[in-house]
């Protein structure tokens, strides 16, 4: 089992667009695959029409008796589950600073379904907080989108230092650019400038596109409904890279 | 997942219908789908609650209890046999491979299949539940039977409830849950009795019956299973099939050996010698088929440096066995054979083993007697082997009284108590197995030293080759010891005093 997190200390980079479809795509590859939704926007399970019930509380969540199983839904397509996200994950961290061991209480719960699915994506939140370390510590690999714009690549070079400072393994880290508008100069002078200067720099750029904005009409991965587009065609591009990164690593290379 | 069985005209439509009075609906595309489905001759994976089909270009490995492919592979070929061993490294390969092992894996039957699916939505237009209206179209031995009309229905992950409310409709209408899985249904349509494909039946005789009638019942079905695999052995599709045949005619000829005071004597003394005769023409091929099965386990044996060295003495084992396979399988298109079946079934419907004055005793009456007198050719064998240091001949005489009364037990087992039963045969076939082992080391050691003897050594390759034979051949003695000192222990499951006394009271059996 692969964890692999969707993760930026900034919001609106296209996280949840891409934990979605790459979801998505290790699943019609007949993986067996759950998308773990915990930003409190709850944005990924809206896109898969998926409601968290009434008794889904953050509370509940961390407690030890294994209950993420129950919260579990089959989304709308094969092999792909996910468990959704409730408002009050807000308070996941001040729940999570309550129990023991507290950075590594989600990799325990997610260990659980080592036999059950080989992919677990997690749907994180921005901003570092307990929830992020935890993620930190539990995902094989943490996907960090980059816009190619200065701010984001700020934030991008803090998550490293983060990583180094609190002896996180870097290797972990896996940024790729995303919403890249080509015919914004900065954008294309960014990625020239910063594809070499970060290790591990994905080539696969998810270009900002009015398909994936409209995964909030069509409520689907924008490979389902634009197979197709620019967009789903760098998603897929995307997931290879991550599959040979993955391959990299089980074969202790990197 | 749950089956429904849709026997009545339109039942789909008003089906659908009512469940749209609840959820929305969303009709997918019409799939059609030809399947067609393998298993070895004696149903190995049937017998484990599994199937495999091929479809889509794909192999697919089924769980029939929870309706579940667990494996699939791309496959693009359609033939009509295929070996494990010939797939591709998978996780299906490794699933298939401690199940049907050598055996071939054989076309049984094919399904043309036209599957609409549906999925029932709920109010944020989720897919809650996925249902399947299917119709299937048996195709077998060139006849196309169709069959009636299932409703799958799929619980989605985390909506059972909305699963069972859609069940709830559908049960509304009187339709039935089917309790059989899909390729269950297909298998008793086709009219396949996977326990019939092999030579060990079971006989459910009640105590009081003739002996005659039991005879002729048992001898009846073996006939029978030497028919059904004729065409396997000529075809040689899977050794299984001569293996199936020699158990039948090796079953036939003990009986007939042990009931000769039942059986007509010039009838007797003629199908002894036929079937003895037949079992004889197919020794050689049984041989091959076993020395061959050898192959890598005496490849692994054996140094790397001699590995090579087995390739022509398989190669040659190969060629004598394709002449050996030709042989058997002209045999049985023979006259000869032919007529000697059709003589021994007319011999058996004709009721001559009902009217005979011995016919009449009580088959318990009977059973009794003979195993009563054959298990004391066994135990007083086995005595002989534990006191000396037993030889090959005296071991093979033991092998063929201990297979006598194995048979015996199980043709009579229905009319004695199971779990006593059981045991008594498990102990036997204990026996049996190492006692098997010991001849095939007997028979592949004595080939062996032939093919030493005629080396030519002014071959280059001839020392190597030797030196391979030398190393088998110790191996096969070291093995022969080992197997001996198992055998003692192994007796003495048999011939243990609380053993003993059940042997008293199930069998009347005493020890003078």
Known sequence: ?254 | MQYYLLEKRNQANLVLNALAKTFKIEKNTVNKENRRYYDSVDWRLLRQNLCLYHAEKQLHLGNLNYNLTIANFPFENLPQTLFVKELPASSLKNRLKPIIDVRALIHQLSEKCTAQEIYLLNTDDKRVVRLCFRRSILLRDQKESPLNQTLQVNPIRGYEKESEMAQEIIRDFGIESLSDSLFRRLIGTAGIKPERHSSKIKFDFQDTIPIGEALQKIFIQFAEVMKRNEAGIRKDIDIEFLHDFRVAVRRTRSLMSQAKSIIPAREGAYFKIKFADLQKKTNNLRDLDVFLLKEQPFKKILPVSLKKSLDSLFDDIRQQRRNAQQNVAELLVSKEYREMMKEWSHFLRAGQLLSHPEAKIPVVRFAKKIIRKRLKRVLLEMNNLIIGSPQDGQIHALRIEAKKLRYLLEFFSSIFPVQEMNEIVDHLKGVQDLLGSYNDLVIQSRDLEKRLSELNFSNKTASRTAAAFGGLLTHFTQEKVAIKKQLKKTFQLINDPTQIKKYQSLFNYRIK
């Not at chain 1, 023991?100 to 059950?116: G, I, N, V």
């Open chain 1, 1 to 254: 089992m692969k964890i692999i997190a969707l993760y930026n200390i900034k919001g609106g980079v296209g996280k949840t667009a891409a934990c979605v479809n790459l979801g998505y795509l290790a699943a019609s590859e007949g993986y067996s695959t759950l998308i773990c939704d915990l930003d409190p926007q709850g944005a990924a399970s809206f896109y898969f029409r998926i409601k968290a019930s009434r008794k889904q509380t953050a509370r509940k969540l961390l407690k030890k008796k294994n209950p993420l199983k129950r919260y579990i839904r089959g989304t709308d397509f094969n092999h792909l589950d996910l468990i959704p996200a409730d408002i009050s994950y807000r308070n996941l961290d001040i729940f999570l600073d309550k129990t023991k061991k507290s950075k590594s209480r989600l990799k325990k719960l997610l260990l659980a379904f080592q036999d059950e699915y080989q992919f677990i994506f997690l749907d994180c939140p921005p901003n570092i907080t307990l929830v992020s370390e935890n993620v930190f510590q539990a995902s094989h690999h943490v996907l960090v989108p980059v816009i190619p714009t200065t701010l984001s690549i700020l934030a991008y070079e803090k998550l490293f230092n983060f990583f180094k400072k609190h002896h996180y393994n870097t290797n972990k880290l896996v940024p790729f650019f995303s919403m890249v508008e080509k015919r914004k100069k900065m954008h294309t002078e960014i990625i020239n400038n910063y594809s070499h200067q970060f290790p591990g720099m994905r080539k696969s750029l998810i270009p900002y596109s009015a398909d994936v904005e409209k995964m909030g009409l069509q409520r689907k991965p924008v490979l389902v409904f634009r197979k197709n587009s620019p967009a789903s065609r760098s998603y897929r591009y995307l997931w290879k890279e991550i599959q040979q990164t993955m391959k990299g690593i089980s074969q202790g290379k990197q």
